[in-house]
């Protein structure tokens, strides 16, 4: 599982590693995210461009939701493996970046993992997971 989801996440730093700009002043890839914090401020900004609809920072914005849309298809995809939870199959973009704010807000301690992936992974099975489960 970890590979699959370390490999979708590779597959969308070489694709952003081929776009992003070469000036001086260009975000570095590295400043992007991938690390709890990063994810942690990405996803703030876009849960408030969900709730405003008003876009002001269109390039954090979709990194969050690029992380969270790589994260679940990869997970959705290895729903299909009973041994992996079901509760994959039915999230929005909208409801996991809402999930990811409040898990990181809850937990700070989180947040010095390195891995988008996992903390979105665990910002998931942590609520809806454990409901579905218990069901």
Known sequence: MKTVVILALSCSVTLLQISAPSSANATQISDMGA?????????????TYIRDREMKDALNTGLCTGLIQGTVL????????DR?????????TESVVKLVVEY????PDKLAQNNAAELIIQSVT???????LND
Not at 74 to 81: F, G, L, R, V
Not at 84 to 92: E, I, R, S
Request: hydrophobic share 25%; glycine share 2%.
């Open 35 to 47: 690390t709890g914090p990063r994810l942690l401020e990405q996803c703030e900004i876009t849960k």
């Open 74 to 81: 990869t997970m959705k995809s290895q729903s299909k493996d």
């Open 84 to 92: 992996l939870p079901k509760c994959f199959d039915n999230l929005t």
């Open 104 to 107: 990181l807000h809850k937990n």
């Open 126 to 132: 942590s609520s809806i997971c454990v409901t579905t």
